[in-house]
T-cell receptor, first 115, second 114 residues
Framework: KAGVTQTPRYLIKTRGQQVTLSCSPISGHRSVSWYQQTPGQGLQFLFEYFSETQRNKGNFPGRFSGRQFSNSRSEMNVSTLELGDSALYLC??????????????FGPGTRLTVL | AQSVAQPEDQVNVAEGNPLTVKCTYSVSGNPYLFWYVQYPNRGLQFLLKYITGDNLVKGSYGFEAEFNKSQTSFHLKKPSALVSDSALYFCAVRDRGSNYQLIWGAGTKLIIKP
């Protein structure tokens, strides 16, 4: 099976712009989660989608949003970019049928740099 | 709130020696624990998880982890380290209070010296 794919792999944007990141989960997986990884804050949970519905949400401002399509692919959007949004954005997919025991499988990430 | 701690920022081990990467957790109820590894410029790779049952969990690449309920620990181990094991290791626990979000440790950098 193909793994989780994320596009693009690298992005450079300027402050105030917006950006959309894409994630294609492993075939058969219905849950997609997004994380932000920075050296200072580590791994922080953004949100999780399951069957096109947001099932869980972390503590990020409303500038960060996402959605999931009927084929389980997901997109994440960040509006009005700030310098502090520079990070590695990771997408993870899982079967989604057990919140407690599901294993998440990660994509390679999108490296976002905000100038 | 549930949490997980990785007390060592970095662990140095000589190739061929056994390695241990430490993880302790704080949860209410049954813990669901995970280990992941991250190589430079890559996403995280799943190593193993503890849900229930045998306290010794075997995972990928020869790694195993020992669940110890009394010490609330879930240390990652490998009998003989390889230089290629050098990477960043993360422990995580499911947080029942936040709809089973994964709560992550800060990560431990493992360096295996030839």
């Amino acid at each position: 099976k193909a793994g989780v794919t994320q596009t693009p792999r690298y992005l450079i944007k300027t402050r105030g712009q917006q950006v959309t990141l894409s994630c294609s989960p492993i075939s058969g997986h219905r849950s997609v989660s997004w994380y932000q990884q920075t050296p200072g804050q580590g791994l922080q949970f953004l949100f999780e989608y399951f069957s096109e519905t947001q099932r869980n949400k972390g503590n990020f401002p409303g500038r960060f949003s996402g959605r999931q399509f009927s084929n389980s692919r997901s997109e994440m959007n960040v509006s009005t970019l700030e310098l502090g949004d520079s990070a590695l954005y990771l997408c993870a997919s899982s079967l989604g049928d057990s919140l407690s025991t599901d294993t998440q499988y990660f994509g390679p990430g999108t490296r976002l740099t905000v100038l | 709130a549930q949490s997980v701690a990785q007390p060592e920022d970095q662990v140095n081990v000589a190739e061929g020696n056994p390695l241990t990467v430490k993880c302790t957790y704080s949860v209410s109820g049954n813990p669901y624990l995970f280990w992941y590894v991250q190589y430079p410029n890559r996403g995280l790779q799943f190593l193993l998880k503890y849900i229930t049952g045998d306290n010794l969990v075997k995972g990928s690449y020869g790694f195993e982890a020992e669940f110890n309920k009394s010490q609330t620990s879930f240390h990652l181990k490998k009998p003989s380290a390889l230089v290629s094991d050098s990477a960043l290791y993360f422990c995580a626990v499911r947080d029942r209070g936040s709809n089973y979000q994964l709560i992550w440790g800060a990560g431990t950098k493992l360096i295996i010296k030839p």
